[in-house]
């Protein structure tokens, strides 16, 4: 006799087990129609599945967002249904969900076209349109190899091979088409009606490049036809933004087929790594951060030694002979270890903080490259700060203050912030990680903040604070971290000598608050749409001539401006000066100053604003005290 508790902590008793959607209708008929799938327990579940126990149940409809996830789960069910309907020959392999959406894996000798890709969601719409049931059963391992085999479904066939023998092989039916599967899934494809297809890519069966090529179609689902406009208007602008256009258009920079995974910076792009680079430089002296520099390339013994090699070593860069190998470092910490074990330590030494621009490579599947944001060489504002258990809460404290201002520095105003807790596998006892997660709370708590807790989440050697930014479309980037390590001290021999005289291991706090310096320039720019603030513009100024008569004025100026430390560009070009400024209007300089004759008589500037069409005159005294208020 289940007793079942509903959200509002009203309750319901029943004298046999009652399904999700029985429930539903002992409440309201009208609720029941509309119930997609059931929240048992902190479990999602079918609309049939039986409660047979005392339960906390929360029937789920399209008001939900918890319902999300199932819909994607169906609606990718839904697209290989119209994808065997037009194209039979097609194998079906996996289909999850994933953030916003769904996709599909195929294998089909002929490419999908962008016009199959029309042919398959009209297919889809047409399919979900006929109200069809989605019904689960079960099957024996026989007998569902059997059924697929049949069918031609190779794929599928293997994937059954490989599930254990003690586990249930469930499907999910929806008139003709059959696919194994979970679940769970809507009770009808009824509830299928706002999704888009979005693209064709590649991708390798179990994402192993040894293995067959197959084609993924990509798909998003939403609750409601605003959500999923509002969803594909924020995707049109995101492509607007995208880092690699703009890259590419402002003369940033480039990628080569000769250097995969790897950036090669011009003069302009470049200057914006400096001006990062040299503020978080300062940030770094600014916090008792010794700078740092360690080599690129390692014995694979101290990668070994550190635990890295066993679980990263396939995406390293090995090289060496047979008598001595080495890896190129994916990581800086290994080398910080080996600084700080360069002499005799004492607790009075500690905390050591240092800091390191740090470049690193791993080797990154090709079809995971994805220009600054994914890369197989890039650099780190990394640090690792040596201290004692004791002194954790103050170090978090202190980092914490010094990502926020940094983060405010580069406009990132709305932050969400996580804490990683142990996960099941880990190493270190449980009063060491209830000291390092509470020290970690404790820091957040002392900075009048909210957070996230993320249960399981920690990394096997300690719990983490992660630093989700928000851009200005509502995109959210994890940036900056702070982890707790106990082990790679210990690992690799580092210690201190205590208050009594004895060896301990100092605790490791691994600490980056841009992350990769490619990944964050390509955020920016997103973020900014290419229109960089002032402060970081590779060029602030132009000066655009209107004939030759302007120019030794205008390089006058350039010298001027050059000596106040303004980024300066000068186009003396014989061009009509509407065209010269529109060009600049479109590589985002901040301020545009047209020199005519007028300007040369009275020795001023006609300045445009980035973003406005009138242009504004001062003298030059004027325009370099309004400068230097930004």
């Known amino acids: 006799m289940p007793l079942i508790t509903l959200p509002d902590n009203s309750k319901k008793s029943f004298s046999n087990p009652i399904k999700v959607i029985d429930l539903a209708k002992s409440i309201s008929p009208s609720l029941a129609k509309r119930t997609i799938c059931g929240n048992v327990d902190d479990a999602l579940v079918d609309t049939d599945f039986l409660i047979q126990s005392d339960s906390t149940v929360k029937l789920l409809t399209d008001k939900d967002l918890e319902s999300l996830e199932v819909i994607r789960h169906s609606t990718a069910h839904l697209m290989a249904h119209a994808v065997k309907n037009l194209y039979p020959d097609t194998q079906v392999t996996i289909g999850p969900v994933v953030e916003n959406g769904f996709y599909y894996d195929y294998f089909r000798e002929k490419p999908f076209s962008p016009d199959d890709l029309q042919m398959i969601e009209k297919e889809m719409h047409k399919i979900a349109k006929q109200n069809i049931p989605l019904t689960r ?162 014995d694979i013994n101290l990668w070994k030694q550190s635990g890295h090699w066993d679980n990263f070593s396939e995406n390293m860069f090995v090289t060496g002979d047979d008598d001595k190998q080495f890896a190129l470092k994916p990581m800086n910490c290994p080398g910080h270890v080996q600084v700080y ?60 203050t010094q990502a926020i201002k940094v983060y405010e520095k580069f406009s990132f105003n709305s932050i969400d912030i996580k804490i990683g807790l142990r996960p099941e596998k880990r190493l270190g006892s449980d009063e060491l990680w209830d000291s390092s997660e509470n020290a970690l709370r404790n820091a957040l708590q002392k900075s009048n903040i909210t957070w996230e807790e993320l249960p399981g989440e920690g990394a096997f050697y300690g719990p983490k604070i992660e630093y989700h930014l928000k851009d200005s479309i509502g995109r959210s980037w994890q940036c900056g971290t702070i982890q707790v390590d106990f082990m790679m001290p210990q690992r690799l021999g580092a210690n201190y000598i205590s208050a009594d005289n004895t060896k301990e291991h100092p605790v490791m706090l691994h600490r980056a608050i841009l992350g990769s310096l490619e990944r964050f320039i390509g955020i920016l720019i997103e973020n900014h749409a290419g229109a960089l603030p002032y402060w970081l513009s590779p060029f602030q100024v132009s000066i655009l001539t209107i004939t030759d008569y302007q120019a030794s004025y205008a390089l006058e100026l350039e010298e001027i401006f050059k000596k106040n430390n303004i980024r300066v560009n000068l ?15 479109m590589q985002k300089i901040p301020y545009i100053c047209v020199v005519g004759n007028n300007e040369v008589d009275s020795r001023s500037l006609s300045v445009r604003f980035r973003g406005e069409d009138k242009s504004k005159t001062y003298s030059i005294e004027d325009f370099l005290s309004f400068l230097y208020t930004l």
């Not at 031609?152 to 059959?178: A, H, T, V």
């Not at 990509?218 to 256009?245: C, P, Q, V």
């Not at 186009?571 to 209007?585: A, C, F, G, T």
């Open 137 to 298: 059963g079960t099957m024996d391992r026989i007998s569902m190899l059997n059924h697929f085999k049949s069918i031609g479904e190779n794929f599928k066939y293997e994937i059954i091979n490989d599930i254990p023998e003690s586990e249930e092989l469930s499907f999910y039916k929806q008139d003709s088409f059959l696919d194994l599967c979970r679940g769970p899934h809507v009770p009808n494809t009824k509830f299928l009606r706002f999704f888009k297809l979005m693209k064709i890519s590649g991708a390798y069966w179990r994402g192993d490049s040894k293995n067959q090529m197959l084609q993924r179609i990509y798909g998003t689902a939403w609750l409601s036809k605003e959500d999923l406009d509002n969803y594909l208007l924020k995707i049109e602008e995101a492509e607007k933004r995208d880092h690699r256009k703009i890259g590419a258009f402002q003369n940033l920079f480039h990628f080569r087929e000769e250097s995969p995974g790897m950036i090669f910076w011009h003069p302009k792009g470049y200057k914006i790594w400096q001006i990062i680079e040299n503020y978080m430089r300062n940030i770094y002296i600014e916090n008792g951060y010794q700078e740092i520099k360690c080599p690129q390339i390692l």
């Open 341 to 400: 074990k360069s002499e005799l330590r004492s607790y009075k030494d500690l905390p050591i903080r240092y800091g390191e621009f740090g470049s690193c490579h791993r080797n990154e599947p090709s079809g995971a490259l994805h220009g600054t944001f994914r890369v197989r060489g890039f650099t780190q504002d990394d640090g690792h700060i040596f201290c004692t258990k004791n002194q954790i809460e103050k170090e978090v404290l202190q980092f914490h």
């Open 571 to 585: 186009d003396l070009r014989n061009e009509k000066i509407s065209y010269k400024i529109r060009q600049h209007v």
